[in-house]
Nanobody, 122 residues
């Protein structure tokens, strides 16, 4: 069984930074992703990392501002968020999947954390 627990959300002003963490237990899946869902909007993929080869992907909306990474033991994953904008306000989720399927499609992910709220004020 895989369990994912996010932390690190909070409230910041535009231009600020936050670092989200995802602690993974159980069998570490090949791909770890971060998704977000704003009120009234669909959940969208933000970033993903393939834990074995290290391939990394970002949504266009966060490229150059967000960085996904993993720690050395590969059990904790991070999303460093810089230059935050009010439109980044959302519930952020950590998710895990196998090798198949696109990184940005939530339907491809088997495991999800409970989410952590990020609020960016202007």
């Amino acid at each position: 069984q895989v369990q994912l627990v996010e932390s690190g959300g909070g409230s910041v002003q535009a231009g600020g930074s936050l670092r989200l963490s995802c602690a993974a237990s159980g069998y570490i899946q090949p791909c770890m992703g971060w998704f977000r869902q704003a009120p009234g909007k669909e959940r969208e993929g933000v970033a993903a990392i393939y834990t074995g080869g290290g391939s990394i992907y970002y949504a266009d909306s966060v490229k150059g501002r967000f960085t996904i990474s993993q720690d050395n033991d590969k059990n904790t994953f991070f999303l460093q968020m810089n230059s935050l904008k009010p439109e980044d306000t959302a519930m952020y989720y950590c998710a895990a999947k196998g090798y198949g399927g696109s990184w940005y499609r939530e339907a491809n992910y088997n495991y999800w954390g409970q989410g952590t709220q990020v609020t960016v004020s202007s």
